[in-house]
C-alpha cells in the first residue's frame, strides 16, 4: 500500500508474546488503546496477562491502531494476533513486513503490588491504573472512574481500593459463611503446569543437613546467605551437570552454561527470574545481580528474557525461620529443583562430640526419568565440598 510523498503503508501484526518458559496461553485484560487512536513506538497498547505476570503491550511502530481481533478478558494461545497498526514508513526497506510482531511486553506491577496511580487516560473515559489494581477492582466490580472521582487528586490506590472492598456485603452464598475466589490467571497455569509436572515426573527426594557455621564467618561485608547459596548450587552443578538439564519434546538438552533460576514470591504467586551465564559470576557479581533481579521481579519490571529458559531452580524460605525444610516441586521442562530451609543453631555430633552448629536442612527434588539416587546424592556432597573448604 503506498502513500504520498514517497510513503509506503504497512500493517503490523500486534500478537502475544511468550512471557514465560512453557507459556501457552494469555488473557487479554484490556485495551488501553481504541481503533482509530494514534500510537507512538513504546506507548502502551494494552494489558495482558501470562502465566506468572503482568505485563504491558508495548507498540512497536507508530502509527494508528486500524483494529482491535480480540476483546478484552479473552484468552488466547501465545502468537496470535491481537490487533493490526497502519504504520508509514519512509523508505519501503525501511518498513515493517506485513505480519511482524507490532508489540513488545513491558513488565508491569505484578499481582499484589502496593503503589498508586495517577488518572491517566489513554482512551476516552479510560482511567489508567496498574494492571494489578486493575485487577483488583474487576474481580470485586468495582468502577475505577467513580472511585478516582471521588479519591483525593483522582489517584486511585491499594489502600482505597482494600478500604472500599471491606465497606461491601460479603457474598451471599450458604448462609455468607464462605464466598468463591477467583484465581488469577497465573495461579491458574501454576497449578496446571505443576499438576502436570507431578503427574508426568517420577519425582524423587534427596535431603541433608549442612554446617554454614565456617562458611557465614568468613562471608564478605555486604554479602548475604543468598548470594552464597546461588554460588554453591552453581559450583554443584559444574561438578553435577546432569542436573543442568531441560526435557523438551521429547529431547534432554544438557545446557553448556548455567541458567540459574531462583524463586521469587509474590502476593498473588511465584516467578522464577533467571540469572543468566550465573557460572561466569563470582560471589559478589552473584549477590549483585540476584538482589536487582528480585527487586525487579517484585517491581514488576523483569524483561521478557529474564522470565524465561532456567536450567535449574534454587528455592530458599530460609529467610521464614518457622520453615525447617520444605520440598519443591520441579518445574518443568526442567528436571531438579533444590530447596534450603531457615539457617538455625542445631545440636551436631562431631567426632564423637556434641556441638552447636548453625545448619539448614536441603532438599533436592529429582526427576527420576534422567536422574538417580547416585547422581543426586553427588550433587548434595558437591555443595557440601564447597560450603566447608569455602573462603572468600
Known amino acids: ?17 511468550n512471557l514465560g518458559f512453557g507459556m501457552e496461553e494469555g488473557q487479554l485484560l484490556a485495551w488501553l488503546k481504541a481503533p482509530g487512536d494514534a500510537v507512538r513506538k513504546g506507548e502502551p497498547l494494552a494489558e495482558i496477562e501470562g502465566d506468572k505476570t503482568t505485563v504491558e503491550l508495548e507498540a512497536l ?13 479473552t484468552t488466547v494461545p501465545v502468537g496470535s494476533v491481537l490487533a493490526r497498526i497502519r504504520s508509514e514508513a519512509a ?7 506485513p505480519g511482524a510482531t507490532g508489540a513488545m511486553p513491558s513488565a508491569s ?63 451471599q452464598e450458604t448462609g455468607a459463611r464462605r464466598e468463591a475466589v477467583a484465581l488469577s490467571t497465573m495461579r491458574q497455569i501454576i497449578a496446571r503446569r505443576l499438576t502436570q509436572g507431578m503427574q508426568e515426573m517420577p519425582q524423587f527426594f534427596v535431603r541433608a543437613e549442612l554446617d554454614f557455621s565456617a562458611a557465614l564467618g568468613a562471608l564478605p561485608a555486604g554479602v548475604g546467605v543468598n548470594a552464597l547459596l546461588l554460588w554453591l548450587t552453581v559450583q554443584a552443578l559444574k561438578e553435577a551437570p546432569a542436573f543442568n538439564a531441560t526435557f523438551e519434546d521429547g529431547t534432554l538438552w544438557r ?25 561466569s559470576e563470582n560471589l559478589e557479581g552473584l549477590g549483585e545481580r540476584s538482589r536487582d533481579l528480585v527487586a525487579r521481579a517484585r517491581a514488576g519490571r523483569l524483561k521478557t528474557e529474564e522470565m524465561q529458559g532456567g536450567s535449574f531452580t534454587l528455592s530458599n ?12 516441586i520441579i518445574n518443568p521442562p526442567q528436571i531438579g529443583i533444590l530447596a534450603v530451609g531457615a539457617l538455625r543453631e542445631r545440636p551436631l ?44
Not at 8 to 15: G, H, M, P, R
Not at 61 to 73: K, P, R, S, T
Not at 117 to 135: D, I, M, N
Not at 362 to 372: E, G, Y
Open 61 to 73: 511502530a507508530d502509527g494508528v491502531l486500524e483494529e482491535q481481533l480480540v476483546a478484552a478478558g
Open 317 to 328: 524460605l530460609g529467610v521464614v525461620q518457622q520453615v525447617d525444610e520444605f520440598t519443591a
Open 349 to 392: 555430633v562431631i567426632d564423637g562430640g556434641l556441638h552447636v552448629r548453625t545448619t539448614a536442612r536441603l532438599t533436592l527434588t529429582a526427576d527420576h526419568r534422567f536422574v538417580d539416587g547416585m547422581l543426586a546424592a553427588d550433587f548434595i556432597a558437591a555443595l557440601d565440598h564447597h560450603l566447608q573448604a569455602f573462603d572468600a
Open 109 to 171: 506491577t505484578p499481582a499484589g503490588a502496593t503503589g498508586a496511580a495517577a488518572p491517566e487516560r489513554s482512551a476516552p473515559g479510560r482511567v489508567r491504573v496498574p494492571p494489578a489494581l486493575r485487577r483488583l477492582a474487576r474481580e470485586h466490580d468495582l468502577d475505577l472512574e467513580e472511585l478516582a472521582a471521588g479519591a483525593p487528586g483522582g489517584r486511585i490506590t491499594r489502600e482505597l481500593l482494600e478500604a472500599r472492598i471491606a465497606t461491601r456485603e460479603p457474598a
Open 255 to 279: 545446557h553448556r552454561s548455567i541458567d540459574l533460576a531462583q524463586a521469587v514470591a509474590l502476593p498473588d504467586g511465584l516467578l522464577t527470574p533467571v540469572l543468566r551465564d550465573a557460572d
Open 1 to 17: 500500500m503506498q502513500a504520498g510523498d514517497g510513503q509506503k503503508i504497512v500493517l503490523v501484526d500486534v500478537v502475544l508474546p
Open 91 to 97: 523508505e519501503p526497506e525501511a518498513a515493517a513486513p
